[in-house]
């Protein structure tokens, strides 16, 4: 393809084509449990998502109604209904023991003790039928191969959304995150200015062990320090909490912040010390307006880190039901052996939703503050 300035080198179309890969990556599975949150929880169980719009075979068992129940038609008492119990279906098979239940096609008779009978029709109808007056007991269980058509259902997020306590998680996560997120902006904002633009002994070890910190990986300090807060009193408190996200996040937000602060024009700096401004007055009127798209890149990653967090959380606020936060919450919902895939990709939809909000308000910051230094001004 040719343009103004010539033909278009195939590099640009190996950039174009690894961006749309790229970008097809990571959409994929988002749309995947987008599509899963929306099926019925019984066809989730048995097929992936891929395959929502075509019909999913599936193995049930039904239970006909008690033999007490007949009714005499003819010399024989019967008994009917409908396997789906009023879904739908169409039946491939039927049996009467697990181990087969495919044992008799759709219209044949099977034998059962005592005489009886049983059909089972392709749209899930079955009769039974016994000889004489039959003995009350259980009913008779019939074990289908069906193909159902696509089900889809609004059910798996109701019961997310209205399951007892949520409101309160959703509190909860709030309370923690927001004072998370603003504290260590202000803690390393004028830390940031001071690395970058004040001179005193000690400031280049300082920079070197903040950047060391970003490598502790710090479930080493998850223990030790609750057990310095148990013995202050701040255990178990959104107080221990919030200055536990501050510390975890402190030196990255440092570090970004810094390299930013420090390749702004140094001539605009020096212009206002020469007009006799403090280094306060400096960093309020002049560098925190210019820093504001690092400051919007850094309240990104730490409200999503802490949003998302349930490692932290669990360990500084319990799992007492007044202070579950929202990633708990569904945590217990989902139970503990996580075979509730319905509840699982509802609720990653109903988690992700504040977090949507505050990337699209704040976006347009993300890439100006993730490129800040790259290129310094002249």
Do not use: C
Not at 72 to 91: A, D, I, P
Not at 261 to 289: C, Q, T, W, Y
Not at 342 to 357: G, H
């Amino acid at each position: 393809m040719s343009t103004p300035v010539g033909s278009r080198p195939a590099l640009a179309w190996v950039v174009n084509i690894s961006v749309i890969l790229l970008v097809a990556l990571w959409t994929l599975p988002t749309f995947g449990i987008l599509v899963s949150s929306l099926r019925d929880k019984d066809q989730l169980a048995v097929s992936g998502w891929w395959t929502a719009l075509t019909s999913s075979e599936r193995n049930l068992v039904a239970r006909a109604a008690p033999p007490e129940n007949a009714t005499l038609e003819g010399s024989r008492y019967v008994l009917t209904g409908n396997v789906f119990e009023g879904g739908s279906g169409e039946v491939t098979g039927f049996g009467i023991s697990s181990r087969d239940p495919s044992a008799f096609a759709v219209g044949e008779e099977a034998e059962l003790r005592g005489g009886a009978t049983l059909t089972v029709e392709a749209n899930g109808d079955y009769t039974v039928a016994y000889a004489g007056q039959p003995e009350p007991g259980r009913g008779q269980r019939i074990f289908v191969s069906s193909v159902e058509p696509p089900k889809f259902t609004t059910a798996n997020y109701e019961n997310v959304l209205f399951s007892e306590g949520l409101g309160k998680s959703f509190i909860n996560t709030m309370t923690v995150t927001i004072p998370a997120t603003v504290i260590p902006i202000l803690i390393a904002a004028y830390a940031a200015y001071a690395l970058a633009w004040m001179e005193f002994p000690g400031r280049a070890l300082l920079l070197a062990a903040i950047v060391g910190l970003l490598v502790v990986p710090l479930q080493m300090s998850l223990i030790p320090l609750l057990r310095l807060y148990n013995t202050v009193g701040i255990g178990k408190s959104f107080i221990g909490i919030w200055l536990a996200h501050t510390g975890f996040g402190l030196p990255l937000a440092i570090y970004l912040l810094r390299n930013y602060m420090a390749g702004l024009p140094r001539e605009i700096i020096e212009s206002a010390r020469v007009d006799g401004a403090s280094d306060f007055e400096i960093f309020r009127k002049i560098i925190l307006p210019l820093s504001f798209p690092a400051l919007a890149s850094f309240a990104i990653f730490q409200f999503l880190w802490v949003w998302n967090d349930l490692l932290v959380a669990t360990v500084f606020l319990g799992n007492n039901e007044e202070q579950l936060v929202l990633t708990g919450r569904l945590r217990e919902l989902l139970g503990s052996r996580g075979g509730n895939w319905e509840i699982l990709t509802a609720s990653a939809f109903v988690a992700i939703v504040v977090p949507i909000l505050v990337f699209f308000a704040m976006q347009r910051y993300l890439v100006r503050g993730l490129l800040a230094g790259s290129v310094k001004g002249g």
